[in-house]
């Protein structure tokens, strides 16, 4: 989690009224104010950072860091083998 904090600080900016000490995991990304073009730059990051391919249907579907989180994992269980 802590990664994703810090790659979103990064790629997007982060919206000074957002406490990313608080617990976000749950919390819209809409509501911690990050839209669709600071989601894709993010997940973009987040490819360059781990070196899987996001599906194109990430940015619209993942709503939430903890979505986030699981999706990432998933894809990084699917290219680290066992």
Not at 5 to 31: H, N, P, W
């Amino acid at each position: 989690m802590e990664n994703l904090k810090r790659i979103l600080r990064e790629g997007a900016g982060a919206d000074e009224s957002v406490d990313f000490d608080g617990d976000i995991l749950d919390t819209d990304f809409e509501e911690l104010g990050y839209e669709s073009l600071a989601l894709l730059e993010t997940c973009g990051r987040i490819e360059r950072e781990y070196g899987i391919t996001l599906d194109d249907s990430v940015v619209g579907d993942v709503r939430t860091p903890r979505r986030m989180v699981e999706v990432v994992n998933e894809h990084l269980d699917r290219v680290t083998p066992a």
